[in-house]
């Protein structure tokens, strides 16, 4: 009676593959093969060859979170098939996504939370293009209700900015001015900032947590500066403060410091959800103060269990696992478990910096007193023939990935080696990581010509 394959006769085999597999014994490195080979092939020579990769534990060049929970990472399998951009058929992912920026508005002060407005994205640059997409836009509307030209709008940051804020200049055409850090001035300072803000600035960029050096620029004094430009010129100049890191560290770390909604500018605030916020790579968030802030043409409707909900972001698809996992992190470790585990992370850098110092060959650039990063570089004249590139390399030679670098424009000249603390790097680690350096700097030391040494490449993390 029934029909069906068991039933009709055929050799069909039973394998849920659409045809016969066969083992390839050689893959071509740059064509598409050309037949199919087992799942376990596959598997063992990607993973095979990932395994060249260095370790992300030891990889302190990165500030993206390289450590999760199991629990955390069983959620990541269960929803790795998720698409953020089906709100419709995925609406609790949607609904989680919401409370995640709403706390986050309420983590950094705003004064209203229900009426702020946020989405999560892929990351901080994309966060920072939506953040710097509204500065522009609702200063054009300015200019042109007040018959205005809207040629020519620039956007004023520190030199040390994160390179997505050239990139964001560059794709949506605003003149970038770069105030140039200086050994005494380090970070954007409030006083500097008259001579390069005019009519024609849409914003400006504060930054938390400085991805050279670690430190914070004084959001409060940039503030300060521009009310008094404001009340000389009549311009109205909103912050947006990128803290891609920062965002997820001062809140616990430094609450009495005055850097986000409490400060009237601040109009929107980024965070890199996979910093400091604790989860995998792939997770951003942008918040605004108030919906007003966010001008409605750059907002879409989609779908939403048969009404619309709005969307505003660079992307369409994108993996919503990541929202889920930012949702684990906020419900396990709640305010306090953040607190706790952004002090021990600061109490490694701090560890780090105290054990650098003590070696002898080093001036201490950061601290850990901001965010979690500890800096070096070396000391003036302590040695003709060696870097910190070549010092950079011995590390490697052990597992540890601790990148040297130029500073910024202005201060190129100074090389800087960086160690970014996070989750996961225990101070037993860290101990590790100090003799390394430390048996480091014995071998190099006993160099008596210069090696032909590494040179420098352009660092953007
Ligand atoms: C890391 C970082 C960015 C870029 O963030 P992604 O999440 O990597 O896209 C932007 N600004 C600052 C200050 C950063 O540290």
């Known amino acids: 009676m029934r029909q069906g394959y068991e039933s009709a006769g055929e050799d069909v085999g039973l394998n849920p593959v659409f045809s016969r597999p066969g083992e390839a014994t050689e893959f071509p490195r740059f064509s598409l093969p050309r037949g199919e080979s087992l799942p376990e092939t596959a598997f063992q020579v990607v993973h095979d060859e990932a395994m060249l990769d260095g370790n992300a534990r030891l990889n302190l060049a990165t500030f993206v979170g390289t450590w999760m929970e199991e629990q955390a990472q069983r959620l990541y399998a269960e929803a790795a098939d998720k698409n953020i951009v089906d709100k419709d058929e995925y609406p609790q992912t949607a609904a989680i996504e919401t409370r995640c920026w709403r706390m986050l508005a309420e983590l950094w002060h705003a004064p209203h939370p229900e009426r702020a407005i946020g989405t999560s994205t892929v990351g901080s640059s994309e966060a920072c293009m939506l953040g710097g997409l509204a500065l522009k836009r609702r200063w054009q509307?300015?200019?042109?209700?007040?018959?205005?030209?809207?040629?020519?709008?620039?956007?004023?940051?520190s030199s040390a900015v994160q390179v997505c804020w050239e990139k964001f200049c560059?794709?949506?055409?605003?003149?970038p001015r770069m105030v140039p850090i200086s050994?005494?001035?380090?970070?954007?300072?409030?006083?500097?900032?008259?001579?390069?803000?005019?009519?024609?600035?849409?914003?400006?960029?504060?930054?938390?947590?400085?991805?050279?050096?670690?430190k914070y620029e004084p959001v409060q004094r940039i503030a300060a500066a521009l009310d008094a430009i404001q009340a000389e010129h009549g311009w109205d100049v909103p912050i947006h403060v990128d803290g891609a890191s920062g965002a997820m560290v001062a809140p616990f770390l430094q609450p009495e410091l005055e850097w986000d909604f409490r400060l009237e500018r601040v109009a929107s605030i980024n965070t890199s959800g996979h910093k400091y916020g604790l989860v995998y790579p792939g997770l951003g968030w942008v918040v605004w103060r108030s919906e007003e802030l966010l001008p409605e043409e750059l907002i879409f409707r989609v779908s939403y269990l048969g009404g619309s909900m709005p969307t505003f972001a660079l992307n369409f698809s994108r993996p919503g696992a990541q929202v889920l996992l930012q949702y684990y992190q906020f419900l396990r470790l709640g305010f306090e478990g953040y607190r706790r585990v952004q002090s021990a992370a600061r109490d490694v850098a701090r560890y780090l910096a105290d054990a650098v110092a003590g070696l002898g060959?080093?001036?201490?650039?950061?601290?850990?007193s901001?965010?979690?990063v500890t800096a070096w570089r070396l000391k003036d004249g302590y040695t003709d023939t060696w870097t910190l590139y070549d010092l950079s390399e011995r590390l490697r030679a052990r597992g540890w990935l601790v990148p040297a670098y130029p500073l910024p424009e202005s201060l190129t000249a100074v090389t800087v080696q960086r160690a970014v603390v996070r989750n996961g790097l225990s101070r037993d680690l860290a101990g590790g990581l100090v003799d390394a350096i430390s048996d480091g700097v014995g071998m190099l030391d006993q160099l008596d010509a210069p090696l032909p040494g590494p040179t420098a490449v352009p660092f953007h993390h």
């Open 170 to 175: 560059a794709y949506f055409e605003v003149e």
């Open 183 to 214: 050994a005494d001035a380090p970070t954007l300072d409030g006083p500097a900032l008259a001579a390069y803000v005019d009519e024609n600035t849409i914003g400006v960029v504060a930054i938390m947590g400085v991805t050279y050096t670690g």
């Open 370 to 372: 901001d965010i979690p």
């Open 361 to 368: 060959a080093f001036d201490i650039v950061a601290d850990g």
């Open 141 to 157: 509307q300015a200019r042109r209700a007040a018959g205005k030209s809207t040629d020519r709008p620039n956007l004023v940051m």
